[in-house]
């Protein structure tokens, strides 16, 4: 399966911008899609992931911002990024896990300026 993101951007503190990942085909609702990111120097985080019968995973920094969705129908995820701050500057990575194996799209970059 191939992932293919959009989004991000350039964009001051306190706006907004939206991710969002399309599968080349369809991912069992149960399968788990989402985000990560990296930034210059920092390990890699998992941002928001999202699957059928679970509330949304986010990691504590984004809680109450970032808003992850699934639309199956389309195969796709997208991320709705609010209030943003400079910390969350780094390259996005959107991924599916499917039977064990991870799938990766090419990343996108967010950078918020102060």
């Known amino acids: 399966v191939q992932l293919q993101a959009s989004g991000g951007g350039l964009v001051q503190a306190g706006g907004s911008l939206r991710l969002s990942c399309r599968a080349s085909?369809?991912?069992?609702?149960?399968?788990?899609m989402g985000w990560y990111r990296q930034a210059p120097g920092k390990s890699r985080e998992l941002v928001a992931r999202?699957?059928?019968?679970?509330?949304?995973d986010y990691v504590e920094s984004v809680k109450g911002r970032f808003t992850i969705s699934r639309d199956n129908a389309k195969n796709t995820v997208t991320l709705e990024m609010n209030s943003l701050e400079p910390d969350d500057t780094a390259v996005y990575l959107c991924?599916?896990?499917?039977?064990?194996?991870?799938?990766w799209g090419q990343g996108t970059q967010v950078t918020v300026s102060s």
């Open positions: 085909r369809s991912i069992f609702s149960g399968n788990p």
């Open positions: 991924y599916a896990r499917i039977d064990g194996h991870e799938y």
């Open positions: 999202i699957r059928s019968g679970r509330d949304p």
